[in-house]
Each structure stands twice: as structure tokens, then as C-alpha cells.
């Protein structure tokens, strides 16, 4: 019994012993040389960290091959910047676009995308009319500004950009006619189609639309996007053209975002050598910052998925005295570009970033990138920052150990490749809908048949638009109405307050599990204490702090069911929802960002919020051989939502759940009127229920209640209490089997008298 106190190996203490951390870095080390052993990236290698995997891939199709016949002031224009032949994937993508059809393009970071509707729009524009360029940011149309400009002026036409940064006499000359291409994003034609009366007379002449970067509207931007697209269809008929390098449904996901047919022409290319590694963290910030502190000759770019990883994996970068920055969309513009041109040119050689660092901003040649989990194709881009000359790029790929999506490609790491980004829009976002048919009646009478009538008689009822003969318009109140719109957020903000000074906002309802009393938040490398937040007057108050804890909340949602709009039944009885859910934190938990310390808190009054949006439910088959019944479904929830990683895209932070002991199940948008995710994994729910069996399955935990890797969620409201590993998988295997239960969703129609965990 004494014996297995002790390591076998070095006689030490099993506590104290380190014989797993040198198998570890051993194997690490074995796997480096097995493939190909490079010298530089030893330090990634030589941790405690476990590395799953080590690729190299190859560049291939990497020259354009193809000629083109096109008009000779363009073709010497082209030729100045190098480009005298296509891709294959561009030249195709030129001869449909000249055909008149719509076209989507996929290929990865840095082969041309732009070239190749550019010139097809140059060419029809030549011909007469105008034409729109999307930019999902400011900063992208910025960049892509002058190199448009030159093509265009080799048309003798003429382009500009057209944004809230554009100076007076740039917008002047578009409202005035001037700009045959109008570089521009959805924020800036949604407000002045609503509220300008010659920029719809300019609108009239447009007879093509590009939108770059496709998959960034996904959610609530696409919901918009959708819409605005149809308002735009209101006043011309024009040809669209969209590219993306991440989306795995792009035809789809075109198609259902604007309502029309399109041809997909895809591109596979790569430049140079891509070091790819897959890493699996006991620590992910840790793990970070070591490969920082390692490589800091290196110019690196880290990517994280939410606010919160960016900015405490800053803040713990500057803590330990290596200077870094972030770049996130929210920071002033200034600030942005700050970053952009210090990275750029070399005076600062680290950045965290958000997905704002994805799209194609020059910020010069990058040596290495680490991101956190996402979905292959967007990893690839995310990487496609580092290379973009050809040379030899290093990405790393940083999995949680704590996380079930990531254990699950530790143990099957070639399922990676296969995990997809798709995208998703909910176009029946009421929130969205409200607010874009106000804006349809505004720009231009209404009329029958153009819009559901069912939601017009709604808008009607609530005295935002009326009827004015066979045609609806705008009401004052309905006017007042739009005053608050923001096509990238909807939904009630609360605005933070340090000392009296503004510092910032949170969308609600994520405000209300960020902002509670006590709360840490870490908002542009500072941290925060919340000592108040008042709902009503959307108003939160903070103070500076210097501790080492973070907060994460205690709560419980409580959903009702408003209608139904479709039903599921490939493995379980699922019906997709209307839905009103109702937050209320209770407390909190502070965890020490350096050891495993925690404590669990009570707010003396809880904090709740109700907001509408869209989900889904459905109920399961009881466990014959365990009786905690509320575990088990409350594992399976946890498992179902963190796998839907591998199918959404990385969407399981943005998805929100809640289990009841009767075996009921709701998954749930986590924004107000629902964004598309949770309907993307409703329609593909018998791949998440395999994908969740093999992670009860096989993890190594083999505990009753399960562990991080498997059943726990970071998201949990309920400290991850009560779970059951046992019980869900048995709950699964009874699925897969075709044991069927009829969903009984009309208990629901109002709050029903359950305890529910989130």
C-alpha cells in the first residue's frame, strides 16, 4: 500500500514526481525528429505540454498558369503589380461573372480573391452603372482602398471609399454621382438608405455587389445582411459576387443568405511550408506565454475567440514583462491602427487578437500563429497571416485540456481536418425583422405580398408602421424607433462607468454574466472590479483592481416557449423554437488564475433579465442502470452544446442550454432573436450525438460524474453540479439504438414548474 506512494521509475513521490513531464517532452522531442527535425522549433516542442500532432505541409499549386484577354490599360495596370496570370479558380471565376451569374469564391488567404471580381465588375461597370463592395470593417476597405482605385482608374472609372472615417468631400463625391465603385460596409448603405433620399437615388444605378469576406455574416450581421441586400433589391437589379477562405457551405450559405442561385468556384493553393502542430494545454495561457517567452526573436500573432482569453492572455503577457497588445473590434480606431502599423513595422512583435486580425489587414511578414480551437478552414486563414511571401510559416493549433471538443481530437487528432466551417443566419430574427421592415416602409412605401403579412400585422399592432392605401409606411413612432439600430448588435447595452469616465459597453444579455456585483472584467488591459450594476438604467459601476482571480457566474434560465416553426425527427423528437428565456445570476464563483484555488459566492440579491429568442427541444430516453436522473441529462446537455464546436464552427460559447430531471433538453441562441447556430445544430443533431459518444465514451477520466474533459462546461451555471457521466452516455447509447421519446413541447407554452440547470 506504501509502494504506490511512489513513483516505480525515480522513487520520488508521485506528487513530486516529474518522470510523466520528461516522458512527455521525450516523446515530444521523438516527434520533432521523426518528421523533420527543425531546429527553431525545438521550444514548442521541448514543454510539458503533450503534442498530439506535427504536419508539414507542402506548397503546391502555387504559380498562376492561366492567361486572360483583357482590355489593355487594365492588363498593364495588373502587370505593374506583378500579375500577368490567374489561378485557375480566378479566371473561372472571371468567365461566370462575365456570363452574368452569381458567383461565390472560395480559396485560401492571399491568392487573388479580390482580383477575381474585381476586374468581372470593372468590365460590367465600364458598360454603365455602379457597383457596391461590402467590407465586413472599416479597416479592410481601407486596405483593399488604393489597389482598387488604381484598377478602376486603368477604366478611366472611379472608386471610393465610403465609410464613417471618409472625409467630406469623399462622401460629397458619391452622393454627387462621381464614384462609379462604392467601397463601403453594411453599417454605413443600412443608415443612409434609411435615412438619406439621394443616396437611394444613387442606389438605383447599381448593377453589381461584391461582398468580401462571406463568412463574417454569419448570425446577427447575416440576418441583417439578408435584409439589406433585399432592400437594396428594392431599388435595382444587380449581380452579386462573394469570397470567403474558411466557408465549407458557401453555396449554401450564399444562397440562403440572399436568395438567389449561385456558382461556386473554389481555389486550393499554399505557398509555402506550413508547420502545423496541434498542442494539448493543462494551461492555455500558460501555455501561450511560454511559447512567447521561447520563441522571442519570433514575430507572433495569437488568436483567441472571445474578448475575455484575448484580453486576460495580454494582460498575463505584460504582467511577466513581455510587451504585447491587443487588437480587438470595440477599441477606438486610432488605438487599432496603432497596433496594425507597430506590428507592421516590426516595433512590436507580439499581438493577441480577436477574428479582427483574420481578415486581410497588411500587418507584414508574422513568423508564428497560435490559435485557440476553431474550425480547420478558419485555422488555415488565421495561419495565412504568417507566409504570405511564400516563406516558411509555424502554426499552432492550442487545444484545452479541460475542454471535451479538444480532448476529443487528442484522441482522434485527423477528425480535425474534417471539422468544418459553416455558415448560419437566422432570417427569422424578429428583433432584426422589426427593425429592417420599419426601415423597407421608410425608404419606400410597402406593399402587399413583399414581406410576411402575418409579422406586418404585428408591426402594425405595436404602431410602428401603417397602411396607407394598398401600400404600409412608417409612423413617427416607428421612425423613433430606428434611432437605436445597429446592424451588428441588438438588443438593450449596458454602458460602463470607472470613476465617472465612460470605459466601455456589454451587449445584453451576456452583460448580465459579466457584469454582476463583485465581478472581474478585463477590458483593454486593465482590470476591473463590477461594484454595481443597475438593469433599468442599462448603468454599471467599476472600480480598477489588481488581483489574481476571475469570476465566473452562478445562474439559472428558465425558458418558455412561444411558438413552433419546425420539427426534427432524424434521432430524437426535436422541435426549433420561438423562445423567452429568463436569466437570473445568484452568485458566483472566483477562481485564482495560477493554481486550481476557488471559492463560491452568493449575491445577496439575484440579477435577472428576459430576452426573446430561438432554440430548440427535445426530450430523452430515462437510464435503466443509474438513478440521477437530473446528471444525466444535465451531462448530456454540457456535451451536446461543447461538441457542437466541431459542427458550428466554434459556436459553442455563443449557445446556451438547460436540462430538467424529466429528461428535457433546450439549446438555446445565446443573443437577443437568435442568430442561425442553434438551428445549424438542430439540423445536425444524429453527427453531434455520435461525436458526444465518443467523448463519454472514451474519456480517460472513467469517473461516475465526469470531469473537464468530458461532462464540465466552462459555461455552466450551476457549478457543474449535478453530473453524470455514466448516466448520459448510457442516455446517448439508448439514442443511437433508435429509443425514441415523444417530445411534449406544449408544457412549455408557459413557465412549467421544473428545476432546471443551465
Known sequence: MI?????????RLKRKCICKKNSIRSRNLRLLKSVKYKEFLKPIFDCDDEVILYKIFEPFNAYPTESLNLPK?????????????????????????????????????????????????????????????????????RDQELKIKDYASALNLKAIRYDGDSTIDKRRAVLDGEADIILTNPDMVDYHLRNNPVFRSIVKDVVFVAVDELHTYTGLLGSNMHY??????????????????????????????????????????????????????????????EIVKALHNKKILIFGNSYKSVETLNWILNKEGIRSAVHKSGLPKEVRENVERKFRNGILNVVVATPTLELGIDVGDVDVVLSELIPYSQFLQRVGRAGRQGQESVG???????????????????????????????????????????????EKPLKDGEVDPNFVEVLIREGLISKAGNNFIATKRGINFLKNFNMRGIGERVKMFCNGKFIGERALPIAVKELFPNSIVIHN?????????????????????NGNFITEPLYVSIPRIVSVELENNSIVNAYYCSLEITISVYGYIARNLYSNEKDVRYLDEKISYT???????????FPENE???????????????????????????????????EGDIFVYDGNVGGSGLSKLLFKKLDKAF?????????????????????????????????????????????????????TKWEKYAEIAEFKYYS
Request: proline share 4%.
Open 611 to 621: 430576452f426573446q429568442t430561438k432554440g430548440f427541444l427535445f426530450s430523452c430516453p
Open 396 to 442: 499552432v493549433l492550442l487545444l484545452r485540456e479541460d475542454d471535451s471538443i479538444s480532448t476529443y481530437y487528442k484522441n482522434k487528432p485527423e477528425e480535425y481536418f474534417k471539422n468544418e466551417m459553416n455558415g448560419f443566419v437566422e432570417k427569422r430574427n424578429e428583433e432584426v425583422m422589426k427593425y429592417q421592415i420599419v426601415s423597407m416602409c421608410l
Open 73 to 141: 490599360p487594365l492588363s498593364n495596370t495588373l502587370a505593374k503589380k506583378g500579375i500577368t496570370k490567374f489561378y485557375p479558380f480566378q479566371a473561372n471565376a472571371i468567365r461566370e461573372l462575365n456570363k452574368g451569374k452569381n458567383v461565390v469564391i472560395t480559396a485560401p488567404t492571399g491568392f487573388g480573391k479580390t482580383e477575381a471580381f474585381v476586374i468581372p465588375m470593372l468590365l460590367k461597370v465600364a458598360h454603365g452603372g455602379k457597383a457596391i463592395i461590402f467590407y465586413p470593417t472599416k479597416a479592410l476597405a
Open 690 to 742: 455520435e461525436i458526444a459518444y465518443e467523448i463519454l465514451k472514451n474519456c480517460k477520466c472513467k469517473r461516475i460524474d465526469g470531469c473537464p474533459s468530458c461532462t464540465y462546461s466552462y459555461q455552466c451555471g450551476n457549478n457543474n453540479k449535478p453530473l453524470s457521466r455514466v448516466g448520459a452516455l448510457e442516455v446517448v447509447e439508448l439514442i443511437l439504438g433508435n429509443e425514441r421519446k415523444r
Open 228 to 289: 439589406l441586400i433585399k432592400r437594396l433589391f428594392r431599388f435595382a437589379d444587380f449581380q452579386i459576387a462573394c469570397t470567403s477562405a474558411t466557408l465549407s457551405n458557401a453555396k449554401e450559405f450564399a444562397e440562403e443568405l440572399f436568395e438567389k442561385e449561385f456558382v461556386h468556384i473554389h481555389g486550393e493553393h499554399r505557398k509555402g511550408t506550413l508547420n502545423f502542430i496541434m498542442r494539448y494545454c493543462s494551461n492555455i495561457y500558460a501555455s501561450a506565454k
Open 525 to 545: 488591459g486593465k482590470r476591473y472590479k463590477c461594484i454595481d450594476l443597475n438593469i433599468k438604467n442599462l448603468k454599471a459601476e467599476l472600480l480598477e483592481d
Open 3 to 11: 509502494d504506490d506512494l511512489f513513483c516505480p521509475e525515480c522513487k
Open 627 to 661: 438513478t440521477d436522473y437530473a446528471g444525466s441529462f444535465h451531462a448530456l446537455e454540457h456535451v451536446l452544446i461543447e461538441s457542437s464546436n466541431a459542427l458550428t464552427g466554434g459556436g459553442s460559447r455563443e449557445i446556451g442550454g438547460v436540462s430538467t430531471p
